[in-house]
Structure formats: structure tokens, C-alpha cells
């Protein structure tokens, strides 16, 4: 389970482990540089209304789960993928054939360390627009899981790292052709982006995330926003993307399905 160092939403972690804890799966987590990783305090906050939505996105006994999650100990040690995985190297580096062929060959070692895993988690909120979404380390390790033919969970602003993961070969999208749901136009701030560690009001979000996954799925794709439904969630193997806060149960309950009964489509 991957989460941002700036921040994460906390229904959007609750949501799937509450389904892995049912199963009694092992939930292993990761963060870009091995910082624990904290859930953006509005999330933990029944009150707080979201703006494009007009009303509380957070039940109170959402709250006090994810409040009790976000303070417990099972985050404390998080994976570092700096640690784990390589960084390509720039084109002008010294030597950098054999370094080239350093990097592809450590990544074949991580081919070999995810055999242990059975899906990956991109877990959303606004913190993956910062250290998530462009990061080349995790392009590889969702490329890593794409080879294994392991499910690959997306949540939210998450759903970005899908998009931009592609191989350096043909440099398409890896979801080119794929049907996906993820945080609509409707549903952007105009205001009040916010990350933890960081005292800056972005504003809007630096990009729409909506128009990004309708150019990275093709015309032989969709992106799929459900305005007005309340949940929306698409299961489009090996992928599976839920659009907002609303959906993080549904999602880890799907990719739950996508284990167990080999739930191959759903949403569409």
C-alpha cells in the first residue's frame, strides 16, 4: 500500500484495509523516502464540508476509524522506494551506458521481490499530486506489478501515477485503452489545495485530473466520471480505480473480488 509523504486521505486508506483485514491479508506500506506517512487533518474531520460537493464527505464513525488508523503503529516503519528501487539516470550523467545497465538490472531484482505481494495499493487524497504522480520510482514499481500481472488499486488524485507510468520504450500510457474512473472536473477545489508539511494553498490542483485519463485511455478507452452517482468505481484488469473518498470502501472490496473470484470487469 503506497502512500504520500504530504498527506493522504484517511477514508482512502480505511476503506481498502478494512476489506484486507477481513480477508486476513498482510497490508505492507511504502512512502517515497520512508517517512510515516499522516492523513490530511480535514479528513479526520466530520464537520468539514467539501466545497464542490456542498456537505461532509466523512461520517463521524469514519472519522473516528481513520483517526485511530492514522495514530496507531501499523505506519510507523514504512518501506522506503528510494531504498528499493533504482533511479534511472539523466542522459548526460558520466558513463551512463553502464549505468543505464545498472538500473535495468536492479529492476530486474525488483521483478523478483514483488513475487511476495499479491496487488499494490496507490492510496488518494492530495498528497500524491506532490511526490507520487511524476515520481519515477513509482512508475516502476507499478510497471513492475503490470509485468507480474498483479491487480493495481488507484484511488483518487492516486490514479495520476497510472496515467504517467509508461515504458521508456513506446512511451504510452499504461492504461491506454483501459476503462478508469478518478477525480472528476465537477469534483475539483477552485480553492484550498492543501498538503501537510507545507504551509502553501495551492489553490486549484495543478492539473485536471479528469482530462488527463481521458487523453491517457485513447480512443479505444474511457474515462468514466459518474457525476452525480454516488459511488464510482471501475474494474478493468489488471487495474482497478476508484474516483473519490465515496468509493474506498467499494474499491478494496473490488479488488478484494479481483483475488478471490477473479473479477476481471465491473462498473462499465
Not at 558520466?94 to 531484482?109: I, K, T
Not at 485536471?208 to 491517457?216: G, K, Q, S, T, V
Not at 452517482?229 to 474494474?235: A, G, P
Request: hydrophobic share 35%.
Amino acid at each position: 500500500m503506497l502512500l504520500s509523504e504530504y498527506g493522504y486521505w484517511g477514508e482512502e486508506l480505511l476503506g481498502p484495509i478494512t476489506a484486507f483485514d477481513r480477508e486476513g491479508y498482510e497490508s505492507v506500506f511504502a512512502t517515497p523516502t520512508g517517512k510515516r506517512p499522516r492523513a490530511l487533518p480535514p479528513s479526520l474531520d466530520p464537520g468539514y464540508v467539501d466545497p464542490p460537493l456542498g456537505r461532509s464527505v466523512t461520517t463521524p464513525e469514519v472519522a473516528v476509524a481513520a483517526r485511530e488508523l492514522d495514530e496507531s503503529n501499523r505506519l510507523d516503519a514504512p518501506l522506503s522506494l528510494s531504498a528499493w528501487l533504482p533511479e534511472r539516470p539523466y542522459d548526460s550523467e558520466p558513463d551512463h551506458l553502464r549505468r543505464l545497465e545498472a538500473y535495468y538490472r536492479e529492476l530486474g531484482e525488483v521483478d523478483a521481490d514483488i513475487e511476495q505481494y499479491d496487488a499494490l495499493v496507490i492510496v488518494g487524497g492530495s498528497g500524491p499530486i506532490v511526490d507520487l504522480a511524476n515520481n519515477g520510482r513509482v512508475h516502476d514499481l507499478i510497471l513492475a506489478f503490470l509485468r507480474a500481472d498483479k491487480p493495481i488499486l488507484a484511488e483518487c488524485y492516486g490514479i495520476a501515477c497510472l496515467a504517467f507510468a509508461r515504458d521508456w520504450e513506446d512511451r504510452r500510457s499504461i492504461i491506454w485503452g483501459k476503462h478508469v474512473t478518478g477525480h472528476c472536473k465537477e469534483y475539483d477545489y477552485k480553492d484550498g489545495t492543501g498538503f501537510l508539511g507545507v504551509d502553501f494553498n495551492m489553490g486549484p490542483p495543478p492539473y485536471p485530473l479528469e482530462y488527463i485519463l481521458r487523453d491517457a485511455t485513447g480512443p479505444d478507452g474511457r474515462y468514466h466520471g459518474n457525476v452525480g452517482r454516488e459511488t464510482s468505481v471501475i474494474v478493468d484488469y489488471p487495474f482497478v480505480t476508484a474516483r473519490s473518498t465515496p468509493d474506498s470502501f467499494l474499491s478494496g472490496e473490488k479488488l478484494v473480488d479481483v483475488l478471490e473470484t477473479g473479477l476481471r470487469r465491473y462498473g462499465w
